[in-house]
């Protein structure tokens, strides 16, 4: 099955700075990557995704980055705030767009803290 | 506002408890999964379903069990409940079979005595 690695596990950089959280793949048949923040007491938010047929997509401040021929893809956060101090999770899947049953392969949360 | 209710933060239960954690959603999804979250392993998939009465076993189903007898309500049952089964525990809803934008809950913390 899928497996999905994550890093750094931990982060922390100053106000400001930019933050880049990085995971690999291993299932070539993925086409789905969404990124998932949690924040303190809350569930998981779905923040950015992207598509296999795309190789950047830019939400404001967050940007996501795919890099097929290598199976993996990276979270980019610029001016990063004391609000963006969260657990963010990676994830992976296939049959995105389609009709199977499909299912998330989530990586292991990196916990960015954001200094003022 | 949409959301994904599940009914309790927190419970503490004893070891060979049976054990319901519910969830509801607003949203009238087709599809809603349970996912288990432990520190360093992320969240790793229970169970799901993609109608009334329908489920599927996830990575992870060993000691669960599901029951989705409203489209809107979906339990997870622990038959017998065991201190590794000490968790996180969260429901999550989509309009998309596939699973993509997942919507989740707040999640209730089970500590398992």
């Known amino acids: 099955g899928e497996n999905v690695e994550q890093h750094p596990s931990t982060l922390s950089v100053q106000e400001g700075d930019s933050a880049v959280i990085k995971c690999t793949y291993s299932d070539s048949a993925s086409n789905y990557f969404p990124w998932y923040k949690q924040e303190l007491g809350k569930g998981p938010q779905l923040i950015i995704d992207?598509?296999?047929?795309?190789g950047e997509k830019k939400d404001q401040r967050i940007a996501v980055t795919l890099n097929k021929t290598a199976k993996h893809f990276s979270l980019h956060i610029t001016e990063t705030q004391p609000e963006d101090s969260a657990v963010y999770f990676c994830?992976?899947?296939?049959?995105?767009?389609?009709?199977?049953?499909?299912?998330?392969?989530f990586g292991q949360g990196t916990i960015l803290t954001v200094h003022p | 506002d949409v959301k994904v209710t599940q009914s309790s933060r927190y419970l503490v239960k004893r070891t060979g408890e049976k054990v319901f954690l519910e969830c509801v959603q607003d949203?009238?999804?087709?599809?809603m999964f349970w996912y288990r979250q432990d520190p360093g392993l992320g969240l790793r998939l229970i169970y799901f379903?993609?109608?009334?009465?329908?489920?599927e076993k996830g990575d992870i189903p060993e000691g669960y069990s599901v029951s989705r007898e409203k489209k809107e309500r979906f339990s997870l049952i622990l038959e017998s409940a065991s201190t590794n089964q000490t968790s996180m525990y969260l429901c999550?809803?989509?309009?998309?079979?596939?699973?993509?934008?997942?919507?989740f809950g707040s999640g209730t913390q089970l500590s398992v005595l």
């Open positions: 379903s993609y109608d009334v009465k329908m489920k």
């Open positions: 994830a992976a899947s296939k049959n995105a767009g389609g009709t199977s049953y499909g299912k998330l392969t």
């Open positions: 949203m009238d999804h087709e599809n």
């Open positions: 992207i598509r296999s047929n795309v």
């Open positions: 999550a809803s989509s309009p998309q079979v596939t699973g993509e934008k997942l919507l």
